[in-house]
């Protein structure tokens, strides 16, 4: 009886033995669906990079005189400057959860603030350009301040702000176009070069490597990175969740005058709407690099990518003649895919 009783499994042991072999087939359908996503994965991230290298192949086939020269290089170079500038700011303020709609009326804002304080009051180019970095250091100041300490949507908020600046700006200016008095000083300061290569180049450059040092070598971009994912978490573990948000908005519109800095020096004047058309490149950039991130996340170097995924694409298209319509249809239909291409990654 002893015997039998060893030979037959009890009733206690059939459940184990069933639930071991659910176990095991359980950790089969993990590693199965692990698998998948990773490729899905590794198909999403690369498919930003090869359609770059794709879109250059495109362009160098279709304008082999004129896409691959020192000349095209060196424009595609200038034209990404400002957008660089500005996504780097962006990236930031993702990065941490929020969103901003605000930048580009502060590029507005500054750029008529310095001219109009130079060409019309007088003012030296200095203390014009400090005039312009304090008002959009305050524009920042008061989204973040309102954002971090409300319920308040950062989409609302950012509009709101963003309308109010550019109702400024325009009365400032009496919305008219100003090129009259500007310093030579200011006018020359974007036609410098350093070894070839114009310091709008070279401040962008400067802009992406702090960046890039803050947001993955320090305990700043270590915390920006913990806020965006778990805001809550974060404040229960001590991190200081309010102030980063105003810090991301501050950065952000700084950054935001600098490029207004850039663009009314190469234009040597002040134009309304002139920061029109830098909301849609600089998020699509942001989205294109967060697709082609291994974490799907918000990161300054895949926005540069994407940053330079835009303008090739704008200067290729514009050496072959093609309209600005059919310029604005493609961006639209990359940031499309670019959104999409980072949700998935999220989700991943």
């Known amino acids: 009886m002893m015997t039998e009783a060893l030979a037959k499994p009890t009733n206690d042991q059939e459940p184990s033995d069933a639930s071991a072999g659910g176990v095991r087939s359980t950790a089969v359908g993990v590693t199965g669906h692990e698998r998948l996503t990773r490729s ?76 109009v304080l130079m060409s019309r009051e007088g003012w030296p180019v200095p203390m014009a350009v400090a005039a312009a970095l304090a008002g959009g250091a305050i524009a920042g100041l008061a989204i973040g301040l309102v954002v971090s300490r409300t319920s308040a949507s950062s989409f609302i908020v950012t509009l709101a702000v963003g309308s109010v600046l550019t109702g400024v700006e325009l009365s400032i200016s009496d919305n008219t176009t100003i090129y009259q008095n500007v310093p030579e000083s200011f006018r020359v300061l974007t036609r410098n070069e350093i070894l070839t290569v114009r310091w709008p180049v070279w401040a962008a450059a400067l802009t992406l490597v702090v960046a890039w040092l803050a947001m993955h070598r320090t305990r700043f971009g270590r915390h920006v990175y913990a806020v965006g994912q778990n805001r809550t978490a974060s404040f229960l573990a001590g991190v200081p969740v309010r102030r980063l948000v105003v810090i991301a908005f501050v950065v952000m519109s700084v950054l935001s005058v600098l490029a207004a800095l850039i663009l009314t020096s190469r234009s040597a004047s002040y134009y309304p709407n002139a920061s029109q058309g830098l909301l849609l490149n600089t998020y699509a950039a942001a989205f294109l690099g967060a697709a082609a991130s291994r974490r799907a996340r918000f990161s300054v170097l895949g926005s540069a990518l994407g940053v330079l995924w835009i303008v090739t694409l704008q200067v290729g298209l514009t050496l072959m003649n093609e309209s600005t319509a059919l310029v604005n249809l493609i961006q639209g239909a990359v940031l499309a895919a670019a959104v999409l291409l980072a949700a998935r990654g999220k989700r991943a």
Not at 48 to 68: N, Q
């Open 40 to 115: 899905l994965d590794f198909v999403s991230r690369w498919a930003v990079v090869g359609g770059f290298v794709l879109l250059v192949l495109y362009f160098a086939i279709r304008t082999p005189d004129t896409f691959l020269t020192p000349d095209t290089l060196r424009t595609v170079l200038d034209q990404a400057a400002v957008p660089l500038i500005l996504v780097v700011g962006l990236t930031i303020v993702l990065a941490v959860g929020e969103f901003d709609l605000a930048y580009t009326s502060v590029v507005g804002f500054s750029g008529a603030v310095v001219i």
